[in-house]
């Protein structure tokens, strides 16, 4: 059955750089990595998609290795306000999006 | 342009009652999905379309029935709510599907079924 694994939490502090990093268990040739981000009571909102190497954007950097059984998000000086619950996804066999739990990061003053 | 919007935010149910929840979204998107969000077990399918009048099971269909009569607007039905309903509902839409999606998602719903 294919799946995502990524840490339940982490935390940081201010200014550093967050890596989280996630598996993806029987990715498919076609699939794209895709990466979400939750705050409290609101619905999941897009950050980053790649298919491979690396993906930069305003808000994070995607880093996903030759073989893609594997992806990291990285989130350049954080601040208090990226305090929230990040996904990571890919489409299983089915088309459909697979999805991690959830790391949940807390930025610390 | 609204994005995804859901109707109601909160409900508070009793076990036995039946209820519809509904998803709108004005980006004329071909799919649309309905979610579940319970602690510590992430986001799980329920139901899904991929097109008006289409409609398919996600991961977790049981006690629950959808409609796609329009392209804009993707209903969750509850025929006789359960305490196990209890959760988050969100509703996404998507331009295409596959390897590539990007769900856009609405605020969600909080159900309680006593």
């Known amino acids: 059955l294919a799946k995502t694994t990524q840490p339940i939490s982490m935390d940081s502090y201010e200014g550093q750089e967050v890596n989280i990093t996630c598996s993806h268990n029987n990715i498919a040739t076609n699939d794209y990595i895709t990466w979400y981000q939750q705050f409290p009571s609101q619905g999941p909102r897009f950050i980053i998609q790649g298919y491979k190497t690396k993906v930069t954007n305003e808000v994070a950097s995607l880093f996903i290795p030759a073989d893609r059984k594997s992806s990291t998000l990285s989130l350049p000086r954080v601040s208090l306000s990226d305090t929230a619950v990040y996904y990571c996804c890919n489409a299983g066999n089915n088309r459909k999006l697979i999805w991690g739990l959830g790391t949940s990061l807390a930025v610390n003053p | 342009n609204a994005g995804v919007t859901q109707t109601p935010k909160f409900r508070v149910l009793k076990t036995g009652q039946s209820m519809t929840l509904l998803c709108a979204q004005d980006?004329?998107?071909?799919?649309m999905y309905w979610y579940r969000q319970d602690p510590g077990m992430g986001l799980r399918l329920i139901h899904y379309s991929v097109g008006e009048g289409t409609t398919a099971k996600g991961e977790v269909p049981d006690g629950y029935n959808v409609s796609r009569l329009k392209k804009q607007n993707f209903l969750l039905g509850l025929e006789s709510a359960a305490p196990s309903q209890t959760s988050v509902y969100f509703c996404?839409?998507?331009?295409?599907?596959?390897?590539?999606?990007?769900?856009?998602f609405g605020p969600g719903t909080r159900l309680t079924v006593l």
């Open positions: 996404a839409s998507s331009r295409t599907s596959g390897g590539t999606d990007t769900q856009y």
């Open positions: 980006m004329n998107h071909e799919y």
